[in-house]
Nanobody, 113 residues
Framework: QVQLVESGGGLVQAGGSMNLSCAASGFIFSSNVMGWYRQAPGKQRELVAFISSGGSAHYADSVKDRYTISRDNAKNTVDLQMNSLKPEDTAIYYC???????WGQGTQVTVSS
């Protein structure tokens, strides 16, 4: 079955950096657009970044110029490098194979003031 496992979350101070990683299995990873979502309490799940099979990356305005999404098709992984973190980045972060409309269990990112 499709499996998406996120890792790398934790507590970080404002202005700091964090790298999230997602290991994917159960589908042809290299042919699929991959993305990262986040959801904070009381808010709608937000697509923050996605990347095409060829490596073309796109970002939500809220994270543009601070986050970088990347993928390694040989390892079936997609990463999210987050820099200049702000308290409003606090959320559970999920990776997704967009065409399947699903995501993993998520990893918590907490940014303190």
């Amino acid at each position: 079955q499709v499996q998406l496992v996120e890792s790398g979350g934790g507590l970080v101070q404002a202005g700091g950096s964090m790298n999230l990683s997602c290991a994917a299995s159960g589908f042809i990873f290299s042919s699929n657009v991959m993305g990262w979502y986040r959801q904070a309490p009381g808010k709608q799940r937000e697509l923050v970044a996605f990347i095409s099979s060829g490596g073309s990356a796109h970002y939500a305005d809220s994270v543009k110029d601070r986050y970088t999404i990347s993928r390694d098709n040989a390892k079936n992984t997609v990463d999210l490098q987050m820099n200049s973190l702000k308290p409003e980045d606090t959320a559970i972060y999920y990776c997704s194979a967009l065409k399947f409309g699903s995501w993993g269990q998520g990893t918590q990112v907490t940014v303190s003031s």
